[in-house]
């Protein structure tokens, strides 16, 4: 059985930097991307950054301040979030999934708080 387990969430002042993991428990066949999301209360979840083996993507919000890697087994994505503010606060979803879209899993979610 797959499981997503994200850890490294929770309370930054404004200007901060946290760094969040997401661990793949078990296999995933053919990994074709792995993706942060979050999502604020009362909003919608919304992309935050993805990556796959061609390169990374991020929301415009967060260009220039969130880096996304993951690490050479596939077995791991990190969101690095610096200068973060009130906007960050939110529940960060990991997801993976495989090529065609087979596998889909997503992780439980992990609060950040930016809050002075």
């Known amino acids: 059985q797959v499981q997503l387990v994200e850890s490294g969430g929770g309370l930054v002042q404004p200007g901060g930097s946290l760094r969040l993991s997401c661990r793949i428990s078990g296999t995933i066949d053919n990994i074709f991307s792995m993706a942060w999301y979050r999502q604020a209360p009362e909003k919608q979840r919304e992309l935050v950054a993805a990556i796959t083996v061609r390169g990374a993507t991020y929301a415009d919000s967060v260009k220039g301040r969130f880096d996304i890697s993951m690490d050479d087994a596939k077995n791991t994505v990190h969101l690095q979030m610096n200068s973060l503010n009130a906007s960050g606060t939110a529940v960060y979803f990991c997801?993976?999934?495989?090529?065609?879209?087979?596998?889909?899993?997503w992780g439980q979610g992990t609060q950040v708080t930016v809050s002075s």
């Open positions: 997801y993976v999934d495989s090529l065609g879209g087979r596998e889909r899993y």
